[in-house]
């Protein structure tokens, strides 16, 4: 089903959908990206590390495919009802009451199953369409980072109005008694692409998971219980499905400045990820205090994951700050400003544009549809309103 058939539907259900009009802002010649050399930034992958281990665990636990995951979805998202103020807004969703309002865990990336699979079979993937949301957990309101999860949300009229969660974690042990431990990472941002989950590993590049194989855990034990505890027992905070993580990709480069990952997005058109950088213009004492930077790192020909050794296609240095998104598609660009609440749009030819955009935004996905208007989606991580948004991308093209 179209996303514009949901929207009716939903609409229907007494979902509030709002929209008014809106000033676009042509930014000067001066604020616009600049390009960098391509070439001195790289990839690493390996999709194998831990391939003993999550064989023993897959053995032990089974393996859990996504509409088994989605059949015993036990969250309900709720409509959007705040007034986002959005031009070409189309709906959207929040999520219950307790994630809504919760000060310990914040969501932050976003991808599609229309990323996975592209625009055949309405974008379903293993008979669902789907919306995925990063998140990071802290240890309480005010601690540190501990772990990171997914969210895998129904966004067809076909199923309810359903989400569920599922941890990440990564393998640990042996192949003769195998566990797994969490993954304290700000997953920043998320990029679903064929089976492949990539996932932002801010100092390091990306971390990789596998859809196919979500694991079942046990349930019962103390909230803080992680990994094995028996032969055949293991706990995952009481998260019923976790995602073990199954390879690394590691970016690298000559430029004597690490990439920061705080964002990424597939672009399905180049069949490439595209990243950029959360930086401050001076100030931060947790962010680089200098100009972000957006790079473009192409998959193998004909697949869905990275060559063993990858240079990038494409570079710039952006003059905005505070970017927590990015989007790419057919030589397009968008960047998210949680510091501006902007969204800026740039291409080599039509240069840069900006446009009014939510607070305490996050990432983007490009939604390609085929007889429907495309889509950006997004969302915000500011508790009490953590909405998961669409707006028609033909009002953000300059």
Known sequence: ??????????AAAGVTVAATLFTATTASAAAAPTTLPAGQFTLTADYHRFDALNSALAGILGTAPVHTVMDNANHDRTGITDSLGLAGYV?????????????????????T?????????????????????????????????????????????T?????????????????????????????????????????????????????????????????????RQSATTYYAHNYAYVLPQIGTVTAG???????????????RVSRSIVMTEYTCQSGCTSYPNRAPRAVRFPFAAGATTFAASTTATQALQLPWYKLNGVASHNG??????????????????????????VSAGESISYWKDETEPDLLWSLQEGVGHRNVFAVEQAGYDG
């Open 253 to 267: 480069t000559t430029s004597g400045t690490s990439l920061a990952w705080s964002s990424i997005s597939l672009d």
């Open 1 to 10: 089903m179209s996303v514009r058939k949901k929207l009716l539907t939903a």
């Open 332 to 357: 397009r660009w968008w960047f998210n400003s949680s510091g501006s609440k902007q969204l800026y749009y740039w291409t080599p030819s039509a240069g840069a544009h900006t446009y009014a955009w």
């Open 91 to 111: 709906g959207g969703f929040k999520f219950d009451a307790g994630d809504n309002g919760d000060c310990a865990n914040y969501p932050q990336g976003i991808t």
């Open 113 to 157: 199953s229309r990323d996975a699979v592209g625009t055949a079979n309405s974008g379903n993937y293993d008979g669902h369409q789907l919306v995925v949301v990063s998140w990071y957990t802290k240890d309480g309101c005010d601690g540190a980072q501990s772990r990171s999860r997914i969210t895998l949300v129904d966004w067809d009229a």
């Open 159 to 227: 199923y309810p109005n359903k989400y569920r969660k599922v941890l990440l974690v990564e393998p640990t042990g042996t192949a003769a008694a195998p566990s797994f431990k969490d993954i304290p990472i700000h997953a920043g941002g998320v990029s679903w692409y064929g089976d492949y989950l990539y996932v932002a590993d801010t100092g390091r590049g990306m971390r990789v998971f596998d859809m196919r194989k979500i694991l079942k855990t046990n349930t019962g034990g103390t909230a803080d219980q992680i990994g």
